[in-house]
């Protein structure tokens, strides 16, 4: 398993943007695909998004299509959320967890290492 941390949340007002990052110090992501989940207060956790092991395959789920952006940096050992237009419902922990796919409908059973979450708050 990874060791995973995530950061850059934080209180935005509706509309605005955040950057999440997800590291793992003493590890390289070099082989995993990284995927991002988020979970609001008595809701299940739900998929995001998910970049797969070589950077080429991006997938997003329908809630934040077109307004967040995932990406890798191998050189940085970093995968990166970037988050646009935030809304209310974007209101969640946010996780980063990694895996050797990103499957065609992220479960977070298939994903076996995470981070401890970083808080998104999403309010005027």
């Known amino acids: 398993q990874v060791q995973l941390k995530e950061s850059g949340g934080g209180l935005v007002q509706p509309g605005g943007s955040l950057r999440l990052s997800c590291a793992a110090p003493g590890y390289s992501l070099y082989y995993y695909a990284v995927a991002w989940f988020r979970q609001a207060p008595g809701k299940e956790r739900e998929g995001v998004s998910c970049v797969s092991v070589n950077g080429l395959i991006k997938k997003y789920t329908d809630p934040v299509k077109g307004r967040f952006t995932i990406s890798r940096d191998s050189s940085k050992n970093m995968v990166y959320l970037q988050m646009n237009s935030l809304k209310p419902e974007d209101t969640a922990v946010y996780y980063c967890?990694?895996?050797?796919?990103?499957?065609?409908?992220?479960?977070?059973?298939?994903?076996?290492?995470w981070g401890q979450g970083t808080q998104v708050s999403v309010s005027s």
């Open positions: 967890a990694a895996a050797s796919v990103c499957g065609e409908v992220l479960y977070a059973s298939d994903f076996a290492s």
